[in-house]
């Protein structure tokens, strides 16, 4: 166990170090190709319900996409945390200017007093961070265990979809028993479907 956890600290010091490497050039060019790929793809062109995530350091931006969601008439779900119970609130934001305030984690996230809670089983498309990924699903996240809670409980129909640049695929991510997989994952390069 100490093991795996070993592991996947080493991995996200290797993808800080790639992410510290890329020019600001080459990483808005990459976004942009990745969020036209996202916007390309017929899961999230399909959907109405659509679950975004603000993205956290050693993340693909999602500032644009989320944005862009709103032009695509697509309802905009984030999560709120709630660091104290290791849990997550999915909420409708209306205004990703006016509804958002600084939460626990440093990162925007819906204000409670003007977003309205989403259940589960309304999300058509979740699109899920990740600091590293790997060919068959498996993920890396920050390390507080939220998406891998949030996951399993998700709708079977509700396409899992991880955003990641191609520096941060890794040939095998280890994982433990609580983790779990992306159904899709989108790089600037290609669109992976798990095998």
Do not use: W
Request: hydrophobic share 40%; net charge neutral; charged share 30%.
């Amino acid at each position: 166990m100490d093991e795996v956890r070993e592991k996947k600290q080493e991995i996200r010091k290797q993808t800080a170090v790639f992410f510290n490497a890329l020019s600001k050039d080459v990483l808005e060019a990459n976004t942009r190709t990745i969020e036209n790929r996202l916007f390309e793809f017929a899961n999230f062109l399909e959907s109405k319900i659509v679950l975004l995530y603000v993205n956290a350091e050693n993340e693909v931006s999602t500032h644009a996409i989320i944005k862009r969601a709103y032009e695509f008439n697509k309802i905009v779900v984030l999560p709120a945390f709630d660091t104290t119970k290791s849990k997550m609130k999915l909420m409708k934001v209306d205004n990703p200017t006016r509804d958002v305030v600084v939460g626990p984690r440093g990162i925007l996230e819906p204000d409670p007093a003007k977003c309205k809670p989403v259940p589960l089983d309304c999300i058509d498309i979740a699109v899920i961070p990740g600091v590293a990924m790997d060919e068959k699903g498996g993920r890396i996240g920050s390390g507080d265990g939220y998406y891998d809670r949030l996951i399993p409980d998700l709708p079977l129909t509700t396409r899992k979809v991880g955003l990641v640049f191609e520096g941060q695929l890794v040939p095998q991510v280890p994982m433990e028993s609580h983790d779990k997989h992306v159904d899709i994952i989108i790089t600037e390069k290609r669109v992976i479907y798990k095998i």
